[in-house]
């Protein structure tokens, strides 16, 4: 079997997004790839970490999926700050004689570092283009996570473990290992709270990741932390606005001084992203459709929102208010060009990670969340049958079936894009329906 089917039967997606199925991916023609070891979400601590303790597999995964590919070259995105990992990347792609290949770039410690389109540039000085994505401009980007899966897929080793940070207003911070579909309250517990009736609990990272309705779920291959903190902290109250009080605080108080559109990255990046004109068309001309169709540039990292708006309002929901609306009528943005130059401001107007932290409030909690053996031994386990992009994965197994850790439980619907899921522990087959697969060790 080729390296692409063993991604494929492995059920391999993104480990650091929105869960794209990464066979899909691979099967571009590019001229770079790219690893996402840019980490850029405060607090969040795996990707550093799974770099420092397995460097040969992801080299290794990285260079194999950048062969698939037909890059030319293999670059290793990683912040500047983390010298020792840097220096033991290095060293091991001389020591695997893969350094004609594969090189490790420095990036500033900013935000939002890795968010891919801003990988591209600070690695290839290239933009991709409005609403596009980094195959038009001959790039392929895969997390570190992501290339250890696929390391691990050519060793016969699909995905049933995720990593973790749990992190926060906590007594214990840790990064931990945990079979896929582990009830996420086990794994919010190993952060030495048991009673969370005054927290909130954030999936993923502190800008990006919404404030949890349930806590009750169960871990899926796209969570990679939880942040945990006090309901009245200033993050879960601003995340935790709704839509009608966004609009309405919006309206009272904008005072169109644009500095949401000069710090947003995509407008850094040359794209006609502006906020503040979103926030002029909400208040002030709702019907115009053409002033509401940029809203589709924005890739909602919340840095207008959460940082530069000196009035605290709500660029980002104006956006995806406009976003929503446009997707219902099925209309959509169309770029004017096709080629992009960064704004020659964007080195003046970089977030350092530092400032950013500060601002959210979460300084205290910055610290180390180091790799921990957790311990734990979910009894049952929920592997969900919709985890990735695409169509949900097809049971293949029935209640009462008894199944092994690795085993595959759920295939990719005939001709449709999807990933395969597997079973993560051994055991029982408690109950199959379209939405999950329960397994119970026996
Ligand atoms: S949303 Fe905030 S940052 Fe943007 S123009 Fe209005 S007041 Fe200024
Ligand atoms: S969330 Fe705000 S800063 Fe980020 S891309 Fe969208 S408009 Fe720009």
Do not use: W
């Not at 949890?212 to 995340?239: E, P, Q, S, W, Y």
């Not at 208010?321 to 060009?337: M, T, V």
């Amino acid at each position: 079997m080729g390296l692409l089917e063993q991604i494929k039967d492995a059920g391999i997606i993104g480990a650091g997004g929105a869960g794209f199925p990464t066979h899909a991916k691979l099967t571009s023609e590019a001229e770079y790839i790219l690893l996402n070891g840019a980490e850029c979400e405060p607090l969040l601590r795996v990707d550093q970490q799974l770099m420092a303790m397995y460097p040969d597999e992801i080299i290794r995964g990285f260079e194999a999926a950048g062969r698939l590919v037909g890059a030319k070259k293999a670059l290793i995105g990683i912040k500047k700050k983390h010298k020792e990992v840097i220096e033991l990347l290095k060293e091991r792609i001389q020591a695997l004689s893969m350094g004609d290949y594969v090189g490790v770039h420095e990036l500033p410690d900013i935000y939002p570092a890795g968010d891919e389109q801003v990988l591209v540039y600070e690695l290839t000085g290239r933009v991709v283009p409005e609403t596009g994505i980094p195959i038009q401009v001959g790039c392929v980007v895969v997390n570190s996570e992501t290339a250890l899966n696929i390391y691990k897929a050519s060793q016969g080793q699909p995905v049933t473990e995720k990593y973790i940070t749990v992190a926060g207003d906590i007594p214990n911070r840790l990064t931990v290992k945990v079979p896929v579909g582990t009830p996420i309250m086990d794994v919010l517990k190993l952060s030495g709270i048991e009673d969370f009736s005054d927290y909130a609990v954030i999936d993923g990272g502190p800008m990006m990741g919404p404030v949890m309705a349930d806590i009750g779920g169960f871990v899926t291959k796209k969570n990679k932390g939880f942040v945990i903190l006090k309901k009245d902290h200033f993050l879960i109250r601003k995340k935790s606005v709704t839509m009608e009080q966004a609009k309405r605080v919006n309206k009272a108080t904008c005072e169109q001084c644009r500095m949401c559109t000069d710090m947003c990255p995509r407008y850094l990046l040359g794209h006609n992203m502006q906020p503040h004109k979103m926030m002029r068309v909400m208040n002030y001309s709702i019907d115009d459709l053409e002033g509401q169709k940029i809203a589709q540039l924005c890739c909602q990292c919340n840095m207008c929102e959460l940082f530069a708006c000196p009035a605290g309002l709500h660029p980002k929901m104006a956006n995806l208010y406009f976003k929503e609306k446009l997707a219902e009528q099925n209309i959509r943005y169309k770029p004017e060009k096709t080629e992009f130059e960064a704004r020659s401001v964007r080195p003046l107007r970089l977030v350092p990670s530092k400032r950013l932290i500060a601002r959210l409030g979460l300084r205290s909690f910055d610290l180390p969340a180091p790799m921990t053996e957790s311990g734990l031994v979910p009894q049952t386990i929920r592997i969900a049958t919709r985890q990735h992009v695409g169509a949900p994965a097809e049971p293949i197994v029935s209640a009462g079936a008894q199944v092994q850790a690795g085993q595959m439980i759920g295939r990719i619907p005939e001709g449709s894009l999807g990933a395969a899921i597997h079973a993560s522990i051994s055991g029982t087959v408690s109950e199959v329906t379209a939405d999950y697969i329960e397994i119970r060790r026996n």
